[in-house]
């Protein structure tokens, strides 16, 4: 009788125990799950990599430094920074992607690259506030190269 006694309490003590591993652990998991909730904003890319960002700096409608190529894995998201000494507009044609820069003023373009291959960036400048030309024929400010995975 008095072994069977203690068998018993044995047995609660393991099975609280167990309870109270489950319990923790189950606590564990929401808070793990909790913090995620307010973590991305709402215009938020599908992939998670954290922007590429390149810089260029324009002066007498020339890229500083000559054309470069930028190379990028597709699916990246991209942060083209362009500064200008001259008002003017960057294409950037296969993205369908137009930024009118004033002088001095920084500009970016924000895209994911979903498109793989080779593309210009071109700039037109802006003469007398005039709108950019229409023909889309200039030389390269740079390449932007993207990658297929
Ligand atoms: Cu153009």
Redesign the pocket.
Known sequence: MQMKHVFLIEALKVALRIGVVISLGLAGLCAKSEPSLPSSPPNAQPTQAPSQVFNLIIENGQPKGGPQTVRVSKGSDVVLKFLSDAPG?V?L?AYHL?LILSPMQEGELHFNAKASGKFKV?W?PNANGSP?PS????PPLMSLEVMPL
């Open positions: 507009a294409h044609h137009e071109e037109h950019p023909s889309h024929e200039a």
